[in-house]
């Protein structure tokens, strides 16, 4: 029996995924519990298709293709240990690539992350270390440092005006100095493996039950806060995910969530470093998509003369972005020196930089500003990671990889630019 419901639906279809019966302004039909909803679903799909926005679904195939290939060429790639191993050393360059995401989104560039990263793992190690300062008051200082040279080319960048590339590019050299400064002739500072710092990637969580339990509570949790976001939507009169693509996204996080448990159990279980920062991104992407301050950094990139025009003080979000660039740079410094127990001059080699521009370019954040997410920087980073994991079981150099990984970047800066392109052919931009 076909039921009428006027409620709007969430993509320019029917209410609810219902047809049209007897044309337009006609009473709108649902058929069935889940036919209509699937039909909505489906329809927007299809839409996006046609307007060339595949989301994460190509990074997703590449991600999937590179897993393949490299299993085929070696069975190892796919084993508990080596995933084990792989979900921790993304997690550095993976915090960095999410500070850089922000950056990107207002269309600018930050040049300085590598050499705040070391320098932040400098800082931690020379207090800890040389001066017996506290572990935890060396790491509070060592992120206020990260905070605070971003702050300071931020500043430079949106109130006196020098170009963020040149801006820095002058803090890369100049943070990489102070580096190379406080680590001294050495060029490298140890400290204990049994620190505060150091237990943040050598400590797992062995027990099934803890790893399991977090799987489902972030099912439920991401279930109830979409279900709960669709019906406030609907309730105010706005658009709203249809409930079938709710119910598909949630089954595929719980497939994800769970058989990556799983995993990792089979290894030392679940590692605290990956926890750290899968929060970080869902938090981060919470911020950018849910409240206003996020949602002017969107702006901003989208045209920074219509942002003014919308009143948004686009010199305090410049200024904050890039504190936030700095701040998550320390970070993934501080990850960095914790898995190799020691503060050296590795961050600030460039590489660091380097791949966490291309993580979060590859997982699909636009170079052109506007669009993107911090999920970009874990899908992008577990690429970039995943060629380095695989051509190290395979023996290859790193020229090879630097090749295969450049090619990645290259095509994902095409697909960038085809879309933008279409975007504006069909004047979304």
Known sequence: MAVTEPTPGGDGSPPNGGVPDGGPGGPVRRYGRYAAPLTSYAHAVRHRLRQRDLG??????????????????????????????????????????????????????????????????????????????????????????????GGLQGVSFARIGVPAFVVTLAGLLAWNGLMLYLLGTETSISFSDEGLVAQLTSR????????????????????????????????????????????????????AAFTA???????????????????????????????????????????????????????????????????????????????????????????????????AVIGGTSLFGGRGSTWSALLGVLIIQSIASGMALLGVGSPVQFMITGGVLYTAVMLDALTRRSAETHGRV
């Open 261 to 359: 448990v799983y995993v990792l159990d089979q290894f030392e279980g679940l590692p605290l470093a990956l926890l750290i920062f899968l929060a970080v991104v869902v938090v981060s992407d919470l911020f950018l998509r849910r409240t206003p301050y996020g949602r002017q950094i969107f702006a901003l990139g989208g045209g920074v003369e219509a942002a003014r025009r919308a009143g948004i003080d686009a010199t305090r979000v410049r200024i904050a972005v890039f504190m936030v660039s700095g701040t998550l740079a320390a970070v993934g410094g501080l990850f960095i020196a914790s898995r190799l127990t020691s503060a050296s001059q590795v961050p600030g080699s460039g590489m660091l930089l380097i791949n966490a521009i291309a993580a």
């Open 56 to 149: 994460p679904t190509p990074v997703l195939l590449a991600l999937a293709l590179t897993w393949i290939v490299f299993q085929a060429l070696n069975h190892n790639f796919l084993s508990p240990r080596n995933l084990s191993i792989l979900s921790v050393d993304i997690v550095g360059t993976g915090m960095v690539a999410v500070g850089i995401v922000f950056v990107l989104l207002i269309g600018e560039i930050d040049l300085s992350v590598g050499s705040l990263a070391g320098l932040a793992g400098a800082v931690f190690a020379a207090l800890n270390v040389n001066l017996g300062m506290p572990e935890w008051l060396a790491v509070l200082i060592a992120l206020a440092c990260g905070a605070a040279a």
């Open 204 to 255: 797992y969580f062995g027990a099934a039950a803890v790893g399991y339990g977090l799987a489902a509570l972030a099912t439920a949790a991401y279930l109830t806060f979409c279900l709960r976001d669709r019906r406030r939507r609907g309730a105010a009169g706005m658009p709203y995910r249809p409930a079938a693509g709710i119910w598909i996204r949630t089954v595929l996080l719980a497939a």
